[in-house]
Nanobody, 115 residues
Framework: QAQVVESGGGLVEPGGSLRLSCAAS????????MSWYRQAPGNERELVAK???????NYADSAKGRFTISRDNAKNTVYLQMNSLKPEDTAVYFC?????????WGQGTQVTVSS
């Protein structure tokens, strides 16, 4: 059974940066697209960025130009580099994988952008 585990969240001032990591196991990582979602209090979970098995990426409009998703297939890990963070980026960030039509979520990592 696949598993994804996020790390790297924390408290950062506006304009700062964070890099989130998501370690995957129980799956042939290189074969699958990986995504980052986020959910702020009172809001629905929303897609932030996605990277395909071939390395193609797409981003939510709110993330374009500030966030970069990448993957290291040797480490079974996907990353989300977040720069120029804003208070509205505050949310729990979740890693997502769909493996053989089954959706897997991590437990989430809290990102708080505040002065």
């Amino acid at each position: 059974q696949a598993q994804v585990v996020e790390s790297g969240g924390g408290l950062v001032e506006p304009g700062g940066s964070l890099r989130l990591s998501c370690a995957a196991s129980g799956m042939t990582f290189r074969r699958y697209a990986m995504s980052w979602y986020r959910q702020a209090p009172g809001n629905e979970r929303e897609l932030v960025a996605k990277i395909t098995s071939g390395g193609s990426t797409n981003y939510a409009d709110s993330a374009k130009g500030r966030f970069t998703i990448s993957r290291d297939n040797a480490k079974n890990t996907v990353y989300l580099q977040m720069n120029s963070l804003k208070p509205e980026d505050t949310a729990v960030y979740f890693c997502n994988a769909v493996v053989n039509y089954i959706t897997y979520w991590g437990q989430g990592t809290q990102v708080t952008v505040s002065s």
